[in-house]
């Protein structure tokens, strides 16, 4: 009798495990993403000169905000920006974990522990303190890098101004995300059997070409993995700039797609039209992150 009781609650058991996990999607994800999609279909209606206690009233805009916003031309040139800041980043930043990654899986790495620590400690450092640690290292008047430049004769680059900006920034990117990136590409190479290389070591296979023919096509799933985060943040980038915006006047407000939200919303006060274009920008990064997806699964399996 006590066991056909406790039936219902061992079927509600599973529920209560989740339920608190349920709630803080809810709260902090599911209910901000509907605020904003609410907001983004909502519009600031001004009578007369907007000073009166009903002179500003709320009112439904339909897609208006969404044709302003993918008409802009500040959203569609910081997204180009932002474009040439992942072609920048991703090759360079993968490009070295991968390199890393394999380094440190060499059967007579040295001291292998301490440098994966080394390597991931700079992503454990926040975005903000990253950029501002850089930023003041791009500033000639106050970097040390620069200082011994002079001294040596040497004109420094102009980090700071011009395309050089890319290349700054795309560096705190690399600084800071090359190590969790090699983290991953390593565990997957330290799940591919051993016996693999002591068969290719044995057919009289060099470590470059262990590397190039083995371990590479092992953790081709890894390096797909990490592209795809990468590519996310790509698009997402925010703090970088935003940090380095006040060092230099080559920065406008709107240099990334979320810059131009910031402004829209806590500068201008224009809370809708910023909705309307985070939502543009997730959009967006959702149909890129899809199809790159699509296009990687269509090619393992013509592959297979």
């Known amino acids: 009798m006590a066991s056909h009781q406790s039936r219902p609650s061992r079927r509600l058991a599973p529920y209560a495990f989740l339920s608190p ?15 904003a999609l609410y907001l983004s279909f909502r519009a600031v209606q ?16 339909g897609l208006s905000n969404y044709t302003s916003a993918i008409s802009d031309p ?19 930043m993968l490009g070295a974990a991968l390199l890393l990654a394999l380094l440190l899986d060499t059967p007579r790495v040295r001291l292998g522990a301490v440098s994966r620590l080394a390597i991931f400690l700079p992503y454990a450092v926040p975005g903000i303190v ?16 620069y200082f011994l430049l002079d001294r040596a004769g040497i004109g420094g680059p102009d980090l700071l101004h011009g395309n050089g ?16 990136n090699m983290i991953v590409i390593y565990t997957s190479l330290r799940a ?12 009289g296979a060099s470590e470059l070409q262990i590397a190039l ?7 081709l799933p890894s390096l797909v993995l990490t592209f795809f985060f990468s590519m996310i943040a790509t698009l997402q980038v925010f703090s970088e700039p935003m940090t380095l915006k006040p060092l230099t006047n080559s ?12 402004r829209d919303a806590f500068v201008q006060g224009d809370i809708h039209s910023a909705a309307a274009t985070s939502v543009v920008i997730a959009a967006a990064t959702l149909v890129l992150s899809f199809s790159f997806l699509k296009l990687v699964n269509n090619r393992s399996d013509g592959g297979s």
């Open 74 to 92: 500040e959203l569609l040139a910081g997204s180009g920006r932002t474009l040439l800041y992942g072609a920048l980043l991703v090759p360079a």
């Open 46 to 61: 001004v009578k007369g000169l907007g000073l009166g206690s009903h002179a500003r009233t709320e009112i439904w805009a």
């Open 21 to 35: 996990a349920v709630a803080l999607f809810a709260l902090f994800f599911a209910l901000p993403i509907g605020y």
């Open 213 to 219: 023919r083995i371990k590479i096509p092992m953790v």
């Open 165 to 180: 900006l890319f290349v700054a920034l795309a560096n705190i990117a690399v600084w800071g995300g090359t190590g969790f």
């Open 192 to 203: 591919v059997p051993t016996e693999l290389y002591e068969a290719a070591r044995l057919d």
């Open 130 to 145: 990253a950029s501002l640690l850089w930023g003041f290292l791009y500033l000639p008047t106050v970097s040390p890098g």
């Open 251 to 262: 920065m406008s407000s709107t240099w990334s797609p979320l810059m131009k939200v910031y």
